[in-house]
C-alpha cells in the first residue's frame, strides 16, 4: 500500500483532526492499518484502498503533502490541514497557487455587484494574480468570467467531488477552467455530494489556499463569509468594499467596523493592499 492510497482512504472515513496526532508519530500506511485493526464493524477492512485510489484517479488526480505540487500554505490549518487535495489540472497548480486572491461574495447579487466583482477580478487578474473563487451564482462566477475574458488562468475550489460542478448548471464553466490553464480542487474524492459541513471545510480550503481575500458584498452566514473569517483566523488579507448601509452588505459592514478587514472602495486600492 501507498502513502497516497492510506491518505485518501483515511481521508474518505476521518476529518484530518481526527488522525492528525497519529500522523504526527506513524506513517499514513500505519496509521490505516491501525484504524483498521481498530474497526469492530469491519467496513475499513472491507475498504480496497489501490483500487479505491486508481479508480478515481481516472477523472482526477489525489495530490499529498509529499508531492510536489502540494500547497505549503494549506501548513497554516495546522490539525486541520487536509490529508489531500483531489485536483483536476494539477500540473498548473503551483502556477496558479504561487499568488491566489479570492474574489467572491454574495451568490443572489444584483448587476451592478457583479459588475463590480467583474472590475476587482480584472484588475487582480491584469495584475498577475491568480483569481479564485467557488462555482457558486453571483459574485464567484462573475470573476471567474472576468478573468477568462482576458485570458487568465483561474482557480475553483469546490464543496464536492470533482465528477461533477456545483452548482451542476455550472458544469460548462468548470470544463473551461481546467481546460483552458486553470484548475479546480476539493477536499472530497468523485461521487461526493455538497453538505453543509462541507461547505464549511470548503470555505477554509479556499481561504487557506489565497494571499488574500476580496469581498465584494456579503450577507452573514453565507459561505463568502465563512471565506473572510477563515481568512481572519489565518492572519492573511481581507479586502472589503465598503458597505452601502443594504441588508445584503451586513457582513462587509460588520468585518470593517471590527476592523478585521480593510477598507477597498475600487480596484486600484485592492493592487496597492496587495
Known sequence: MTDGAALAALSAHFTPDQVAADLAQYSPVEVWQQRVRLDHTGRLGQYRTEHELSSTQLSCRFVIPSDPQWPGALADL???????????????????????????????????????????ATTV?????????????????????????????????????????YPHIHAPLLHSITHNG????????????????????????LAALSRAVILIEALEHTEALRTAEAEIA?????????????IRSEGNARLLIEQFALPCPDPARALELL
Not at 489565518?234 to 465598503?242: F, G, N
Open 78 to 120: 495546522g490539525p486541520a490541514c487536509p490529508l489531500g487535495l483531489w485536483v483536476r489540472g494539477y500540473e498548473q497548480l503551483p502556477k496558479l497557487i504561487a499568488s491566489t486572491v479570492v474574489v467572491t461574495g454574495n451568490r443572489m447579487a444584483s448587476t451592478e455587484v457583479t459588475d463590480r466583482a467583474k472590475a476587482f
Open 234 to 246: 489565518l492572519q492573511r488579507t481581507l479586502l472589503a468594499v465598503p458597505s452601502d448601509g443594504g
Open 182 to 205: 486553470g484548475a479546480a480542487v476539493s477536499l472530497y474524492p468523485p461521487g461526493t455530494e455538497a453538505s453543509g459541513a462541507r461547505l464549511r471545510a470548503s470555505a477554509a480550503l
Open 125 to 165: 487578474a491584469e495584475a498577475g494574480h491568480t483569481v479564485a473563487a467557488t462555482l457558486a451564482y453571483g459574485v464567484d462566477t462573475a470573476a471567474h468570467e472576468a478573468a477568462a475574458l482576458m485570458g487568465a488562468t483561474t482557480l475553483a475550489v469546490l464543496p464536492r467531488g470533482l465528477d461533477h460542478a
